[in-house]
């Protein structure tokens, strides 16, 4: 793309010019660039990874629709996790990712949801759900924690309970007034291998 200071055949060119050249203003400045027809080809590649961001996209909402549905505290933790993966992101763009990228590894893909932080005397309890807690795609997950988002380096395993879907992590020996940070992983090994819940926090008591 060409930046002009006085754009061809008008101070305020904008718009198509035989089908060669665009002209518009963007952020500011005069710009003009070659007319290209995006191509959209049907390949098979593509129709798979389509495939991939449909089931992700459905996946979110039937766990907005759960009993434990996905909820503000959810969100908010998908959305922790997106700002540190790719400041831009919102938390269903890292739903979506973490998502498609589980079904891209081969592995069976997760939402995590009903997330619910109970803080106690220094300690703190996180509880989640998830629909492959069923015995077969998810036997054995860890809480990974620490005192930032980046930095969540100690770990706890989890405690599933198959036939509610859920995932309960007791985090103990906490210091009191200090805010953690908590995200469950499925272990490595694990049909569901690489599915991960949003980044939640809580201060013990």
Not at 78 to 85: C, E, F, Q, R
Request: net charge positive.
């Amino acid at each position: 793309m060409a930046k002009l200071n006085g754009p061809l055949f008008s101070f305020g060119a904008r718009g198509k010019l035989g089908g060669a050249l665009v002209f518009a203003p963007w952020k500011g400045l005069n710009n003009v660039r070659r007319y290209v027809v995006p191509a959209n080809p049907n390949t098979t590649l593509q129709s798979a990874q389509r495939t991939k961001l449909t089931a992700a996209v459905a996946a979110i909402h039937a766990a907005m629709q759960h009993a434990k549905p996905l909820a503000v505290l959810d969100k908010a933790a998908y959305g922790v996790w997106a700002s540190v993966v790719q400041a831009s992101s919102t938390w269903f763009n890292q739903a979506v990712r973490n998502h498609v990228n589980v079904a891209v590894a081969g592995k069976t893909p997760t939402v995590f949801h009903g997330g619910a932080v109970t803080p106690g005397a220094n300690q703190l309890v996180l509880k989640v759900y998830s629909p492959q807690i069923d015995g077969a795609d998810i036997t054995a997950a860890t809480c990974f924690y620490g005192l930032s988002p980046t930095s969540m380096l100690e770990s706890v395993a989890a405690v599933l309970v198959a036939l509610d879907d859920e995932a309960t992590c007791t985090i103990a020996g906490l210091d009191t007034g200090v805010k953690y940070y908590m995200q469950l992983r499925v272990d490595v090994g694990e049909n569901c291998e690489g599915a991960m819940s949003g980044i939640y926090t809580g201060i013990p008591t």
